[in-house]
């Protein structure tokens, strides 16, 4: 990126901070990041750090190029109803990684004609790993399109898609995505321990396992179930270790589990999006 926008946080939690370490990582200049908090005492560590932080929302809204909203979208509208006059006057591109929350919805609390890009972000960001979904509302202009991509494509894959409901499943593929990876992990791990290795040994062969199978996927020329096949020998051990998750029908819970996931990001839009 040559020209850095001023880039502001409003709210610097997970998301914002994994964000920000894959923004920083990538050689973002820190004095380039605002950070807002209610308690500074909260964002010490990324003033030691180099970044501006403050407790006052109005004035990142007023001096940021670009604005990352990442409360949580319980509290999005009590956050934005009064930042509706700075945005009126100062026009900031304002990027919500809120989930569910509609980009209709969050032009409506700033007053109307703002530049709205909704991303659904995921927290491999940190490690310049994330992938992020992006839409953009109709007065985002190309400059700002940029922007929001220059931003997002620092922390890992962009992918922009011209409808915005898309977001529901993106949410549900990749923003909620890598719980389910820790979740496979913690289970992988534990049946390691329950057969006689070690926590330590479990952890690092289940973690680079992940990883091989992850890197060896993307590096592939063909598809995973190839992959799969490939590591399933007639009557070996994978075989049995498949059939056990076929009989469970994992397909099945994967599919529920991410229809639950896209469903409670829909619900979400309607109860707090008014
Ligand atoms: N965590 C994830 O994996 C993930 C992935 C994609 C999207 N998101 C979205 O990111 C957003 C933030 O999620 P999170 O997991 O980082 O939550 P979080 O609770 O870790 O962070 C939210 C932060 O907002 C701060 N905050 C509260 N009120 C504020 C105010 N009035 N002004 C400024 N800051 C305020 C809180 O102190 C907190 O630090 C959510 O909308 C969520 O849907 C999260």
């Known amino acids: 990126m040559k020209n850095y926008p001023t880039l502001a946080f409003i709210g610097a939690g997970n998301m914002a901070r994994a964000i920000i370490g894959g923004l920083i990582k990538q050689g973002y200049p820190a004095n380039k990041i605002w950070a807002s908090e209610p308690d500074l005492s909260r964002i010490q560590d990324l ?13 990142v809204v007023s001096n940021a190029d670009v604005v990352v909203l990442a409360v949580k979208p319980q509290i999005l509208k009590a956050v934005l109803l009064p930042l509706s006059e700075a945005a009126q006057q100062s026009k900031p591109l304002f990027i919500s990684v ?118 060896m996927a993307l590096q592939s020329d063909v598809d995973p179930a190839e992959l799969r096949r490939r590591v399933t020998s007639p009557n070996g051990t994978t075989e049995q270790a498949i059939l056990a998750f076929q009989r469970h029908d994992l397909e099945g819970i994967v599919a529920d589990a991410m229809g639950a996931c896209a469903t409670r990001s829909i619900a979400m839009a309607e109860e707090l999006g008014k």
């Open 98 to 215: 809120a989930a569910g929350i509609t980009s209709s919805s969050i032009n409506r609390w700033l007053g109307g004609n703002q530049s709205v890009v909704r991303c659904m972000p995921n927290t491999p960001a940190l490690v310049g790993l994330g992938a992020s979904g992006l839409f953009a509302n109709s007065d985002v202009s190309d400059e700002q399109r940029n922007q929001a991509e220059a931003v997002m494509s620092a922390t890992g894959l962009t992918l922009w898609v011209e409808d915005e409901q898309q977001l529901h499943a993106i949410t549900a593929v990749s923003g909620s995505g890598p719980a389910y990876y820790f979740l496979f992990m913690e289970a992988m791990i534990s049946a390691g321990v329950q057969q006689g290795l070690t926590l330590d040994a479990a952890t690092q062969l289940t973690l680079q396992t992940a990883k091989g199978a992850a890197e």
């Open 47 to 59: 003033q030691t750090q180099g970044l501006n932080v403050t407790d006052s929302n109005i004035d």
